[in-house]
């Protein structure tokens, strides 16, 4: 994970690797995220920090 992170990519549960570019929104109560292909993936409590931190470090940096 953290060579992918230097490449846009997160973890935002045990089994899903995604690229952040990708998503599209976050749920209201933090729980899932949906991605630009419609498709929606949990967000688990344990990643849920770092995840949503590197998300909006991403979008900042594509401003």
């Given at each position: 994970m953290k060579k992918l992170t230097e490449y846009g990519f997160a973890q935002p549960y045990k089994c899903y690797v995604v690229n952040l570019k990708y998503i599209s929104g976050i749920s209201k109560d933090e729980r899932d995220l949906f991605l630009s292909n419609n498709e929606k993936i949990?967000?688990?409590?344990?990643?849920?920090?770092?995840?949503?931190?590197?998300y909006y470090r991403s979008l900042f940096k594509s401003l």
């Open positions: 949990p967000l688990s409590k344990f990643y849920k920090k770092t995840f949503i931190d590197n």
